[in-house]
């Protein structure tokens, strides 16, 4: 039983993947129609969990030499496609396939590698020139800038990805989408936003609402993801916990482990580790899209 096998499609409409270069998650009129092969047992805090077989890992799709922005098209009224990329290290100039289309761009964080203030201008100034019409960002343990344990006054991420959303323990909410972010991983190696394993990542965990629709953490919860070249699942025990057992999102989207770059599930939520980097940080693994429908009562046309 493996959660992982493609139980997606290559696009929305079934239609060659290596046109798009992108994942699609089956659409989604909602995330039952999200099938995984397995289910992760529940989680007591603190307790040791019967560890689930490794999660097979998708195989990157092949690559298209173009690196143009697809136009606009094809996304209907009454869905909102989401566009989930992580771990672009710098790579953003050099990718080997376009960013498709959406109404909604996710970055997990990792956008730089040294944690400097040009690497997040850069990623920026490509941001903006991105066609979503929004786009949400959050930091990972390299962007060091944003960390005020690095930095005595670190950078305001505000003031330095003009465009997009931030979110540092906050949620934005998009077409009635709530969408919450945090940066946070469990210690390694001294990196930015690190919090030691147990109650302190739990603290964090905890801020996150109950009634949010889509989570974003910079690492994966424990068993989703998360399995290394090393062959061990490193992802945050306490993320796991919160996420399986109190907020229950449609879909969790990560990255950090690129090693677990792909998409499972416990049929409640759907998980995407969308990092775009191999461990060779090299970028092979195209972006991951999933739609959600359009909440009743509220317009694309209007914010
Ligand atoms: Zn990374």
Same mark, same amino acid.
């Given at each position: 039983m493996c959660a992982a096998k493609p139980n997606r499609q290559y696009t929305?409409?079934?239609?060659?993947?290596?046109?798009?270069?992108?994942?699609?998650?089956?659409?989604?009129?909602?995330? /039952?129609?999200?099938?995984?092969?397995?289910?992760?047992?529940p989680v007591n805090y603190g307790v040791p969990v019967a560890k689930p077989k490794p999660t097979s890992v998708p195989r990157s799709a092949p690559m298209a030499a173009a690196a143009?922005? $697809?136009?606009?098209?094809?996304?209907p009224n009454n869905v909102v496609r989401f566009v989930?990329?992580?771990?672009?290290?710098?790579?953003?100039?050099?990718?080997?396939? @376009?960013? &498709?289309?959406?109404?909604?761009?996710?970055?997990?964080?990792?956008f730089t590698i040294k944690g400097k203030l040009h690497e997040a201008q850069v990623f920026n100034d490509w941001l903006g020139q991105l066609p979503h019409k929004h786009k949400v960002v959050i930091a990972g343990n390299h962007d060091r800038l944003f960390d005020k344990n690095f930095w005595q006054v670190p950078a305001d991420p505000k003031r330095v990805l003009t465009n997009a959303t931030y979110l540092q323990d906050e949620h934005t909410t998009i077409y009635g989408?709530?969408?919450?972010?945090?940066?946070?991983?469990?210690?390694?190696?001294?990196? /930015?936003?690190?919090?030691?394993?147990?109650?302190?990542?739990?603290?964090?965990?905890s801020l996150i609402p109950e009634n949010t629709d889509i989570v974003m953490t910079?690492? !994966? !919860?424990?068993?989703? +993801?998360?399995?290394t070249k090393g062959k061990k699942h490193v992802g945050c025990e306490a993320l796991l916990a919160v996420i399986q057992n109190k907020?229950? !999102?449609?879909?969790?989207?990560?990255?950090?482990?690129?090693? +677990?770059?792909?998409?499972? +599930?416990?049929?409640?939520?759907?998980?995407?580790? /969308?990092?775009?980097?191999?461990?060779?940080?090299? !970028?092979?693994? @195209? &972006?991951?899209?999933?739609?959600? $429908?359009?909440?009743?009562?509220?317009?694309?046309?209007?914010?």
């Open positions: 929305a409409t079934g239609k060659d993947q290596r046109r798009n270069n992108s994942w699609q998650v089956p659409s989604s009129s909602s995330s /039952a129609t999200f099938t995984p092969k397995h289910t992760s047992a143009h922005v $697809p136009s606009v098209s094809g996304i989930c990329i992580s771990d672009t290290h710098n790579k953003t100039g050099c990718l080997p396939f @376009p960013i &498709p289309d959406g109404d909604v761009l996710l970055h997990g964080g990792d989408i709530k969408i919450y972010g945090a940066p946070w991983t469990p210690e390694y190696r001294d990196l /930015a936003f690190n919090v030691p394993r147990g109650l302190p990542c739990l603290q964090k965990w910079h690492g !994966p !919860p424990w068993g989703q +993801g998360d399995f907020v229950i !999102p449609k879909y969790h989207v990560f990255g950090h482990i690129h090693e +677990g770059y792909g998409v499972t +599930g416990n049929g409640k939520t759907v998980f995407v580790n /969308a990092a775009m980097c191999n461990i060779h940080y090299k !970028p092979v693994n @195209p &972006p991951i899209v999933f739609d959600l $429908p359009l909440p009743h009562g509220f317009s694309k046309n209007v914010c």
